[in-house]
């Protein structure tokens, strides 16, 4: 009896020992991330098809919290040698990245270090325009991009009496539309938005064409100072603060905006601008009523075409300090991530946006968008004309900071400390002061 | 006072005996904090591939910044609320259920429980109950005429957050001055009563000055806490804002260090806190713990 046991204890033994020799034999590329509940479950499954798919690599996604905490997670771990292969970093973060010439592995030299095929082209345009260097180079691998939207309650807007199958298109028309449903009724405010920064001050810009900071909004280099505080934004942050007082807008909260999805889902307020990537959320929250999806609205005054919106989400970067075994992993990875296949799963199962041409192509011929009505506002938006200097995004260092402040300078203007001019004159010196910081960390 | 003096034979062994609790002292509190010094005294990006000794660029920057004079007087607020709120309700708390002969042990368990949660989720839990469109609280007070709306009114935010904060703290001090009561003699206080001294007075002349100890080590306790321990509190229920209204010391540290990834005013600033707190509680110790009667 005692004999079989031992028996059986070393047979077992000696079969760990060879399925650990065999996990050994694979490559493991440890994958840091930001992707919490849905997201971070469908992120795991991409990794678990590519580890699936062949035998020599294995990708290890481990989730740490946060877009923030993850990048400071990830910096921690570079200044102790303890780095992951690959890190997921808001775009907020990528002006640091890039400054951070020693750290990143380039996407572009990667593949072709590694034989793989990479074509920068066959990505959207606003994507690709978004994470290249000034000579054109993509420094980090697109993964979960998206773009501001416009969400609206159509039982809300029935109850109105408004037609809801009509979003509103212009500032003058949500102003409209909010004072009608907030009269009859039907909800207690028009509208909240997530992300006062990006969507309320980066994307109005970008969309009225007009510059949010100068050298091509710090695509140009480090010297670049902050023009946030020009007419139409100024414009804007009044409306914003009347209508707060009006009872038509509702404030969300610093950042992200924590409170403004619940108001929406709440029915407390009709409209709501976020994220594309917010849509999996807003149709799983919308139980008691229909959702309509339309562009964000603009000030017809200004432009009468608006221009583009910009992006958000966050890329792949791969840090320095690891073997060529695992590089080759790496690049196989993401030649794996950035088929169609993958990618339309991911689009359509998140909002993100569909990065590549192919990925949007395949959706069409699969006819999800016919299939899914709103679908593909974001992608029309940020595709839409010709991308001007403004309207090709963002780049500054340290720009989580800027947010912080600009958030802060807004609270101020609402509690009626500041006028809207006050506020962001203030936002800009604050945010200048944190550029010329950050210039002079990384010169 | 004359004590008898022990001598070891050993020279080595007392330091041998000390030495693991002088090991995690220097790993975990002196090594770091000289990091936090060093680092100070530094401007780095965030990789640390640039660094560079800038004297007290950092110091003077930070005192140059409205922010941060303004940051600091409302750390003062928010220690001196949360200090003087945990400590009166828990000393409440302490006396009521001291009287009570039968139920005591239930509502100490009842009472201690909120020790027991993580400070980020108290933060959320308060969060929910002060959310403006889905919290109770604004609800009812809306009922009674008064508009809640914490993410503009930096007063109310700066209410919510010591609220908070007091809360999560009730418990340790109400275990405590339940400890501490429980070792006044009953002998002192019969005797006083059968003298005619109602309970106010048997109170405030008996009682509170036996368990001043307690009184004084909590005060040191909670000042630390407030200072030092409420930055997940509030990045859950206010995240410092709004118009930084509820930005104290400890949670600039945190957003400019780790959010903001400015590690040399960080590092800066949590050498300022570290400062105040030892000012503080030496002033503690060299007069108020001279009115205390062990």
């Known amino acids: 009896m005692v004999h079989t046991k031992i ?27 930001a992707m919490g509940a849905e997201l971070g479950e469908r992120l795991e499954a991409i990794a678990a098809d590519f580890n699936a798919s062949q035998t020599e690599f294995k990708v290890t996604p481990v989730f740490k919290g946060s877009y923030p905490e993850t990048l400071t997670a990830a910096i ?101 539309f909010s004072k009608k449903i907030k009269d009859s009724g039907a909800a207690a405010c028009g509208f909240t938005s997530g992300w006062i920064t990006w969507v309320q001050t980066e994307n109005l810009s970008a969309l009225h064409d007009v510059p949010y900071g100068t050298l091509e909004n710090g695509f140009g280099g480090l010297a670049t100072e902050f023009q946030f505080n020009g007419p139409v934004q100024v414009k804007h942050w009044e409306n914003l603060k009347r209508w707060a007082d009006e009872g038509i807008f509702q404030y969300g909260g610093p950042v992200g905006g924590n409170d403004a999805p619940t ?53 792949l970067w791969v840090l320095n300090g690891q073997s060529p075994e695992v590089y080759k992993g790496v690049a196989k990875f993401f030649t794996y991530l950035s088929t169609s296949e993958v990618q339309a799963a991911w689009h359509q199962a998140t909002g993100y946006l569909p990065i590549t041409n192919a990925t949007y192509e395949l959706g069409k011929e699969q006819g999800y968008y016919a299939a899914n009505p709103g679908s593909d506002i974001a992608i029309n938006q940020i595709t839409r004309g010709t991308p001007s200097v403004n309207s090709k995004g963002v780049r500054f260092g340290n720009l989580s900071q800027v947010r912080d402040a600009i958030d802060s300078e807004f609270e101020a203007m609402l509690a009626g400390q500041k006028s809207a001019q006050q506020a962001l004159d203030a936002a800009v010196a604050a945010g200048n002061q944190i550029l010329r910081d950050f210039e002079a960390a990384n010169q | 006072m004359q004590s008898k003096r022990t001598v070891f034979p050993h020279k080595g062994l007392p330091y041998l005996l000390l030495a693991p609790q002088l090991a995690i002292t220097i790993v975990f509190f002196l090594w770091p904090a000289g990091q936090a010094l060093k680092s100070s005294f530094e401007r780095e990006d ?187 509190l509030i990045d859950a229920t206010t995240s410092g804002g709004p118009a930084g209204a509820t930005n104290i010391l400890v949670y600039k540290v945190y957003a400019d260090g780790v959010l903001g990834l400015n590690i040399g005013s960080s590092s800066a600033q949590s050498v300022m806190l570290m400062l105040i707190v030892i000012v503080l509680t030496v002033i503690q110790f060299r007069w108020i713990e001279r009115r205390v009667e062990y």
Request: charged share 10%; glycine share 8%; with cysteine.
């Open chain 2, 46 to 232: 965030p990789f640390g591939f640039r660094t560079t000794f800038i004297w007290f660029d950092n110091y003077t920057r930070l005192f140059g910044q409205p922010d941060y004079l303004l940051a600091l007087g409302r750390s003062a607020v928010f220690a001196v609320s949360v200090t003087l709120l945990a400590m009166s309700v828990s000393l409440l708390l302490a006396v009521a259920v001291n009287r009570l002969l039968r139920a005591g042990k239930v509502y100490t368990t009842l009472l201690v429980w909120p020790y027991a949660v993580a400070p980020v989720v108290a933060g959320i839990l308060w969060w929910f109950m002060f959310n403006s469109t889905i919290g109770i609280l604004p609800y009812l007070l809306g009922q009674a005429g008064i508009a809640w709306n914490h993410r503009i009114n930096g007063d109310q935010a700066m209410l919510l957050v010591v609220l908070a904060a007091t809360w999560k703290q009730i418990s340790y001090c109400f275990l405590f001055f339940v400890a501490g009561l429980q070792s006044v003699p009953r002998s002192l206080l019969e005797a006083a009563a059968i003298d005619g001294s109602g309970p106010w007075k048997r109170f405030w002349t008996i009682t509170f000055p036996l368990i001043s100890p307690t009184t004084f080590f909590l005060l040191i306790v909670n000042v630390n806490y407030a200072m030092f321990d409420t930055f997940g």
């Open chain 1, 7 to 33: 028996a059986a204890g070393l047979l077992a033994g000696v079969a760990l020992a060879l399925s650990s020799s065999a996990v050994l034999a694979q490559t493991e590329v440890t994958w840091w991330h």
């Open chain 1, 76 to 176: 921690a771990a570079f200044r102790a040698g303890e780095q992951p292969a690959i890190v997921q970093v808001f775009e907020v973060g990528t002006g640091t990245m890039m400054a951070a010439k020693g750290a990143v592995y380039p996407v572009h030299q990667l593949m072709a270090d590694n034989n793989e095929p990479f074509d920068p082209s066959s990505f959207l345009a606003p994507v690709v325009g978004y994470y290249t260097d000034t000579a054109g180079n993509i420094l980090s691998m697109p993964f979960n991009s998206s773009t501001p939207i416009m969400y609206y309650n159509k039982t809300a807007f029935e109850k109105a009496g408004l037609d809801p199958n009509v979003a509103p298109k212009t500032w003058a028309e949500v102003e409209a």
């Open chain 1, 263 to 315: 108001k929406f889902y709440a029915q407390e307020c009709a409209i709501y601008m976020n994220s594309s990537a917010s849509r999996a959320g807003v149709i799983g929250n919308a139980k008691d009523f229909e959702v309509g999806f339309a562009p964000l609205p603009f000030y017809d005054d200004v432009i009468a075409e608006p221009k583009n919106s910009i992006i958000g989400g966050a890329t």
